[in-house]
């Protein structure tokens, strides 16, 4: 079993920055894809960025050039640096990963989620 506790949310106004951090805890054999999502009422939660173990990154076209995923293997972390925030950046943001398991079993966990909130 593997969890996933996110930090740093929390309000702030528009054009500035916020660091999101993801710490994974557990028995881990193998940690693949890892990423950010992030979720408004009433809306499916959404791809922010991810990074894969080799360092291959993607960020969705709406936070490029202001939003950076980083990943410490090493540690197990995962970290999201917000810069430039808009108004639409609200919501709850999750930290996912994907786990190799034994014998070829892949394993999805969410983290429980942290509100990060721009105000104008």
């Known amino acids: 079993q593997v969890q996933l506790a996110e930090s740093g949310g929390g309000l702030v106004q528009a054009g500035g920055s916020l660091r999101l951090s993801c710490a994974a805890s557990?028995?881990?054999?193998?940690?693949?894809?890892m990423g950010w999502y992030r979720q408004v009422p009433g809306k499916q939660r959404e791809l922010v960025a991810r990074?894969?173990?080799?360092?291959?990154?993607n960020h969705a076209d709406s936070v490029k050039g202001r939003f950076t995923i980083s990943r410490d293997n090493a540690k197990n972390t995962l970290a999201l640096q917000i810069n430039s925030l808009k108004l639409e950046d609200t919501a709850v943001y999750y930290c996912?990963?994907?786990?190799?398991?034994?014998?070829?079993?892949?394993?999805?966990?969410w983290g429980q989620g942290t509100q990060v909130t721009v105000s104008s």
């Open positions: 990074i894969t173990s080799g360092g291959n990154i």
């Open positions: 557990g028995v881990i054999l193998g940690m693949n894809e």
């Open positions: 996912h990963a994907v786990v190799a398991g034994v014998r070829g079993a892949i394993f999805s966990y």
